[in-house]
């Protein structure tokens, strides 16, 4: 007996010699990524699209910094150097607005899981564009159980979305 011949599927002749459970398995598999793929590309074309339509204003093309101010653990202000590293591949750029907003947002949400979250003093920040993400990289020192000022480094990552813009969840 033959069978349909699939031209564009991705399984290779070793692959025939699995049982159909198998062969089955793996082009499930094979599917789900390439739906997933399909689906970035899809979202990166929107995003493109609706990042166009909200004009030049306060984009940030290329690898720049600027200095921001950020609420410290007690509710100070501190001015922060903030270095911005895109993404040459997707050419979306990034909006300053909707960056200082997620920096606020990134900066609350590593000063919440400290010990001591009065003592979170944001030193340096790294916004680093990835294809469908950006991640938000903050150096800040802060005090541990024994007093002493420690330096830490953690980040949060936010998505790229249809609307052109990144946001906390996928």
């Known amino acids: 007996k033959f069978q349909k011949v699939d031209f564009d599927s991705k399984l290779k002749f070793s692959d025939m010699s699995d049982s159909p459970q198998a062969i089955e398995k793996k082009s499930a598999l094979i599917k789900s990524v390439q739906d997933t793929e399909l689906k970035n590309k899809k979202i990166l074309e929107t995003a493109k699209i609706n990042a166009a ?8 093309k ?8 950020i609420k410290d653990g007690d509710k100070k202000d501190i001015k922060v150097n903030v270095y911005i590293k ?31 979250p ?40 936010f998505y790229l979305q249809e609307d052109g813009k990144y946001h906390p969840q996928k």
């Open 86 to 116: 895109t993404d040459k591949n997707i050419n979306i750029p990034l909006v300053k607005s909707e960056v200082e907003k997620n920096l606020n947002f990134a900066s609350q949400m590593i000063q919440m899981k400290l010990k001591n």
């Open 118 to 157: 009065y003592s979170y003093k944001p030193r340096e920040i790294l916004v680093k564009q990835d294809n469908l993400k950006a991640e938000y990289i903050i150096k800040y020192t802060a005090k541990n159980s024994y007093g002493g000022e420690v330096v830490g480094i953690d980040g949060y990552t």
């Open 53 to 60: 339509k909200n004009g030049n204003k306060n984009l940030l």
């Open 62 to 69: 290329s690898d720049t910094s600027f200095e921001k101010i």
